[in-house]
């Protein structure tokens, strides 16, 4: 999809409201359609944006379907779901059943002209209204900046972290390690691992700590916007899943001083290998739990966490190439932890 605001059903029904008969929803699924109705609504779904984090199935067996029930947690399909799903869903709405009232609807949506650059606007929201605007996930790929070299450089594809960073991971590990540092070739596995977890506690403390900080002013509201907001309203924009080189080089580079600081050359080189290696699991991993591919990236259980990080609480599942750290640091999901038992 073309970037710039989304031009789906949900918008030609903002303009043209349409009523719809059980009928005419039954033959738009015998089309193919995925469409479904809730709550008196009608919504057609492109479940390739829509990541349905229950799978693709899920939305085969129901199409044409009310899925009122389901969506709120009844049957043998059902499960309750968030606020941020909800809003999610509102993005595919079509009109309405013959004989329901249009459902009445916060007009979220208004405060920002997805057509624009969106940081200029975001800024002049108040801190409450920004939060309740990001907090409404969107289907849409917005261009964040105003400049387009600057949005051209902040947009990634996936494929650029294994390609950039996995050759200079194996410098490091075996060029400046083994052969410089004179790192015995049979640590390198224990190093790989221990940098690798070294990354991800790394990984979790960002995503906590400087990720979801609490905007209180227009410049915060700024760099929460750039830093992870635009990520919660947008989970979808698959170009801004990984970070750009020069970010990832920023944090990369950090690293690199703290370990070269405290260590000798064979130990600090390796162990920094292994964290590049983290760093390409993380956000190739990332790039796979919004993707919807390579589901060999990752377990039900991390996808599990890292949805209801975006769609239930966002107050939990911070880990993302792995959930060792929010069990060890008490964030994991209770409402997963639940389900799981």
């Known amino acids: 999809m073309a970037k ?3 031009k789906g059903a949900a918008a030609d029904s903002a303009a043209a409201p349409r009523v719809f008969t059980r009928q005419q929803v039954a033959d738009l699924a015998a089309e193919g359609k995925h469409v479904y109705m809730f709550k008196g609504g009608v919504y057609d779904v492109d479940p390739a944006e829509l990541m349905h984090p229950g799978g693709r199935q899920v939305l085969e067996d129901h199409r044409g379907e009310d899925i009122t029930e389901l969506f709120q947690g009844g049957g043998a399909d059902g499960h309750a779901h968030s606020k941020g799903a909800n ?14 009232e249009a459902p009445e609807r916060a007009d979220l949506a208004s405060l920002v002209d997805e057509s624009k650059a969106l940081l200029p606007q975001v800024v002049k929201l108040d801190p409450q209204t920004y939060i309740d ?18 949005e051209r ?16 991971a194996a410098y490091y590990m075996w060029g400046r390690g083994v052969v410089a540092g004179g790192l015995p070739p049979i640590l390198l596995p224990v190093n790989l691992v221990i940098g690798v977890l070294i990354w991800q506690l790394i990984e979790y403390s960002i995503h906590r700590g400087l990720f979801h900080f609490d905007p209180k002013t227009p410049k915060g509201i700024e760099w929460h916007f750039m830093l992870h907001g635009h990520h919660h ?9 990984v970070f750009p080189p020069p970010i990832a080089a920023l944090v ?23 964290g590049i290696v983290g760093y390409v699991l993380y956000d190739t991993t990332h790039w796979a739990l919004h993707s919807g591919r390579a589901e060999w990236l990752f377990t039900h259980v991390l996808k599990s966490s890292h949805m209801d990080h975006h769609y239930v609480d966002e107050t939990v599942g911070y880990g993302i190439s792995s959930t060792l750290y929010d069990h060890l640091f008490g964030s994991f999901s209770a409402h997963l932890a639940k389900k799981l038992r």
């Open 4 to 6: 710039g605001a989304r």
């Open 87 to 100: 809003a999610l869903l509102e993005n595919y709405c079509v009109g309405r059943l013959e004989g329901h």
């Open 133 to 150: 605007w990001v907090a409404a996930p969107s289907t849409g790929h917005p261009v964040m900046f105003p400049n387009p070299l600057i």
């Open 153 to 168: 450089m902040t947009c990634t594809e996936w494929y650029v972290v294994p390609l950039l960073w996995l050759p200079i």
């Open 233 to 241: 309203k947008y989970p979808m924009d698959f170009d801004r899943l």
């Open 252 to 274: 990369i580079g950090m690293f690199h001083a703290l370990l070269h600081a405290l260590m000798p050359l064979a130990w600090a080189s390796s162990l920094l290998g292994g």
